[in-house]
């Protein structure tokens, strides 16, 4: 017997409901995007090594996916290095290319590549797959969608709070309650700062990032783990238990900081995209979060997380201000800011909370029951002018016994039924049967067709 076909860990399949349920959640995060006038941009599923080794951190290059080359691959490889096994450097001549792990840095590329192409500030907005060789865990995947938007060329922080504005709007539409962390990575260079460990930035986002998942003294551990000095981690306390209102951990920061040129730029940033968030009218709330730092190395201005209230989950939408990440590709002195919706975890939360709506624009309105060759002839003209009218209708293929037929129906959550026998065609009429109330009415063409148009726009 052979063996049942299964697929990678970490992906998934999605049947026609749940594909319905995705878009739902693409096509609203689209139709804003396009409100704030983005456009929508594709990139390759992969790039070259070089383009994405070395932009997501020491942990983000271990979770790339590399492909091995074509052909024979270890044509290229050296005796000894196969002796020694040697797996980082043995990567570099096996494999030359990698699925990407973010939206981003393929978009800076992009970016760069097409220069004289495009229209700067250029707003763009792409939604694809990523890959992240990670450990799958509730919430996460090692195949997951991204859904980006990004404003590149421009340094002005009303881009910011625009972002703000845009995820408020996207989670009002999907009835989430959430509330967006805000920090700044200048900020965070200021407290590594004040620490006297400015050399280790990296290492202290990295392990404050994850305060909230493995406790503080772990954070602690790490960071010395690190070779980060006791003295310093011990000055670094008092800032990561800094607690009150955005105002009032300003307040302190101000205070704390204020021999850091670097970490007061990282303030008035901050001052400045509240200021301009406290002239919208936003329904979401906005927390200074000094712990948040997402542990990407190319952020270096603000940086925003989403979390939704309605439930434990890890964030569901992120992303911050990069300065020099087209740089990398040839191109300084391009600032950009962008944030990502995981559309897998959305998604799961608004399962969890029945969120989704009962009816989509791809579910069938109208199955056409089929009882004979005479009937469909009958059928088929009425289905076509159903379809022009935008209704989605079938008619069921074969004319097999009626139960069948609407059983079909029921397992498909095809809310009407049109059935047209001797009767109904002497009538030149149709039965139309509503499958949820079970109540049926004999009407014309024109008839059904209003019904269904105005059933469709409840």
Request: proline residues 4%.
């Amino acid at each position: 017997m052979a063996e049942k076909p299964t697929i990678p860990k970490g992906t998934r399949d999605f049947s026609p409901a749940e594909v319905v349920k995705r878009n739902y959640i693409f096509d609203t995060i689209k139709q804003v995007f396009r409100l704030y006038g983005f456009q929508p941009i594709e990139t390759p599923a992969m790039e070259n090594l070089s383009t994405l080794m070395g932009k997501y951190g020491e942990e983000g290059d271990k979770l790339l996916f590399k492909i091995l080359n074509s052909g024979d691959y270890l044509s290229r490889a050296s005796d000894d290095l196969l002796r020694e096994k040697d797996s980082v450097k043995l990567t570099s001549q096996l494999s030359e290319k990698g699925l990407r792990y973010d939206l981003t840095v393929p978009f800076a590329r992009y970016v760069v590549q097409y220069r004289n192409d495009i229209v700067f500030p250029f707003r763009r907005y792409q939604i694809q797959p990523v890959w992240r060789a990670d450990r799958p865990q509730k919430g996460r995947y090692r195949e997951f969608f991204q859904c980006d938007v990004d404003v590149i060329g421009s340094n002005s922080l009303l881009n910011e709070a625009e972002l703000i504005q845009i995820i408020d709007d996207i989670f009002k539409r999907l009835k989430l309650n959430t509330v967006v962390k805000l920090n700044n990575r200048k900020i965070l260079a200021g407290i590594a700062e004040l620490i006297g460990q400015r050399e280790h930035l990296t290492d202290i986002t990295v392990a404050i990032d994850k305060l909230e998942k493995i406790g503080l003294d772990h954070v602690n551990a790490e960071l010395a783990g690190k070779g980060i000095p006791a003295e310093a981690i011990q000055k670094l306390q008092p800032v990561l238990a800094l607690k009150g209102t955005t105002s009032e951990i300003l307040s302190r920061l101000e205070e704390i900081l204020s021999q850091s040129v670097t970490g007061m730029n990282g303030l008035e940033e901050t001052k400045t995209i509240l200021r301009y968030l406290d002239a919208m009218d936003l329904s979401i709330s906005v927390e200074l979060d000094l712990t948040l730092a997402r542990g990407l190395n190319y952020y270096t201005g603000a940086i925003i997380e989403v979390k939704t209230t309605d439930m434990k989950m890890g964030s569901i939408c992120g992303g911050g201000r990069y300065d020099d990440l087209t740089g990398i590709f040839g191109l300084p002195d391009i600032s950009g800011v962008g944030v990502s919706f995981g559309a897998e975890r959305i998604y799961d939360v608004l399962e969890h909370l029945n969120l989704f709506p009962q009816e989509y624009p791809e579910i069938t309105r109208v199955l056409f029951v089929n009882f004979g060759e005479r009937e469909e002839a009958y059928c088929l003209p009425v289905l076509e002018r159903i379809r022009r009218e935008g209704i989605n209708a079938e008619i069921y293929p074969e004319n097999a016994k009626m139960k069948k037929q609407l059983n079909y129906a029921n397992k498909k959550e095809i809310p009407f039924v049109a059935l047209a026998g001797e009767s109904e065609m002497t009538a030149q009429k149709f039965t139309l049967k509503n499958m949820s109330t079970g109540v049926q009415q004999l009407v014309t063409p024109e008839e059904m067709i209003r019904i269904l148009l105005q059933t469709s726009a409840r």
